[in-house]
């Protein structure tokens, strides 16, 4: 049976800057700079270790049109390995890195086949014989937006045809609508698989044929959010697989954290650190956004170090080493409360409910079981009439909390 195996990658964005952070460490801060590498690093050593026939990258390899020598020389180094294992690359250039930006220009090895700026067809036969056919154009200019799609079409005999698009799916409005097309286009062009490129959330439009947009490979900002990759593709006569494979060195995440049942600082600190460690990922790092919502604090004291030093204090654990979780951005939002007068007049439990704890004086009774009990009696002291009321207050809170809520 005739089989094929490859990976698929796009927008890497080589050199691209980490956008929103300050005040990291050093090797934090190296690593940061370096993600976008480490990961195109991961790529590469993923198709060598599953000894794919090849390699498409389907457009924005590089973050700008000028293409730095630091990003060229990189990737190159890249390739050169991957040619050391006889294994071929297939590249379009998008929008970032179109054909017509100035740069130095650093020669790739034999093994990268890169696309003009017209729909072409590339011809490969693998090492087993498998002949594949391959369409794709790089963008001439920054801003391409016909419907290129209208110039692919299968030509010539071969096992398997493949088409390689940075483009926008018409029904996506969150980005420039660069190379549009629909799913129904792609299908009707009968192709064994769709490399996409330029959305970079990962995205699955078909299934048969694959029709995929694999995302970024490394998260820049904190709207770039997961796992991110490239997919490894089987294809052969009877159909494809294909799996997701993790290449990001650094990962965002967004935590939200209920904090309406903490009491104090010191919950809350711990619902922060519990959230932390939760987010800690083998050999990655994590740049973490956090959320507090639904926060109560009656001490003002408690209040001002939430806001002024909680931030710090959990920075100051983070150690640099593979798992790290640093903290990008921590926001608040405190719990709103509910009106008495205003509940009262929802619902006449309300009223009843509050003239009934306005008025209840059978605290003792209520704790008596602790107090008969044989360790109570031993190590609890009586509640003063001032405790007392601090008790009925916080019963009342937490009340009003189940039963609105």
Known sequence: MKKISFIHGADLHLDSPMVGLRHLPQAIFTRAKESTFTALKKLTATAIE????????????????????????????????????????????????????????????????VFGSKVERMALVTNSGVTVHLYGFSYPT????????????????????IGILHGNESSGTEHDNYAPFIVKDLLEKNFDYWALGHIHKRSVLSDNPPIIYPGNIQGRNKKEIGAKGVYHVSLNELGAEFSFVDCADIVWEDVEIDAAKAENFND?????????????????GTFLSLKLTNIHLDDDREKRTLNGELLDLLLDDVQSEDSF??????????????????????????????????????????????????????????????????????????????LYD
């Open 50 to 113: 599953r000894k794919v026939d090849f390699v498409i990258l389907a457009g924005d390899l590089f973050d700008g049109e000028d293409r730095s020598l630091r990003a060229q020389s990189r990737f190159r180094a890249e390739m050169q390995k991957l040619a050391q294992h006889q294994i071929p690359v297939y590249v379009i250039h998008g929008n970032h890195d179109h054909l017509n930006g100035s740069w130095v220009h650093l020669d790739l090895p034999e093994n990268v086949h």
């Open 142 to 161: 920054r801003h391409v937006y016909e419907r290129k799609i209208d110039e692919y079409g299968k030509s010539g005999e071969a096992d398997f045809h």
């Open 268 to 284: 809350i600190l711990g619902l922060c650190q519990s959230a932390i460690h939760s987010c800690q990922k083998s050999n990655a």
């Open 325 to 402: 979780v640093w903290i990008v951005d921590i926001t608040f939002s405190e719990r709103k409360l509910l009106d008495k007068e205003l509940l009262i007049q929802e619902a006449n439990f309300y009223g009843e409910l509050f003239e009934t704890i306005e008025h209840f004086e059978n605290t003792g009774n209520a704790l008596a079981p602790l107090y008969e009990h044989r360790l109570g009696k031993k190590y609890l002291s009586h509640l003063s009439t001032a405790e007392q009321r601090e008790l009925i207050g916080r019963t009342e809170k937490l009340l009003i909390q189940y």
